[in-house]
């Protein structure tokens, strides 16, 4: 969002490029819209932001508190995560779509094919489907099985991880 990161990094690059590839027409980092988002799509009434993990506190590997000024880091991120919810509900309320394309599934261990993550760019366009994410692979295993080791009992949790 603006002010908080640059511009034209290189995941952003990516999703842009495969998007246009496919055909669908969009315009940049928007200022007139809330949060500025950097792709929007006026015809499919969508945006697509590409967030970075770091300054959005992502749940992944790409996001670690930093071990110094550590209260400025935590006022700081926890600002953008505040105006991240501001943010999503005006555009909402303008009845825009949006999509999250995080960080960490265009780079990094935990990163997807950028064929798959454009594939599901170019299905959530033409969808109805008001809101959604995409995310590292790795870190959504890892968080399903966390998630799903939280008050199970370990047979039932180890025959859920065999399937
Ligand atoms: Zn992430």
Known sequence: MSGIRSKNTIPEMMVRKGVHARGFRFRLHVSGLP???DLVFPKYRAVIFIHGCFWHAH???LFKW????TDF???????????????????ARQGWRVLLVWECALKGKERRP??????????WL???????????????????ITHAKQGMPDDVLESTLRK
Not at 74 to 84: A, L, T, Y
Not at 114 to 123: G, H, P
Request: proline share 3%; charged share 35%.
């Open 35 to 37: 949060g500025k988002p």
């Open 59 to 61: 749940e992944c590997a």
């Open 66 to 69: 930093p071990a110094t000024r």
């Open 73 to 91: 880091w935590k006022e700081k991120i926890g600002k953008n995560r505040f105006r991240d919810l501001v943010v999503m509900d005006e555009l």
């Open 114 to 123: 950028i064929d798959e993550i454009v594939d599901s760019c170019a299905e």
């Open 126 to 144: 033409l969808s109805s489907s008001t809101k959604r994410e995409i995310r590292g692979q790795h870190a959504t295993i890892d968080s399903a």
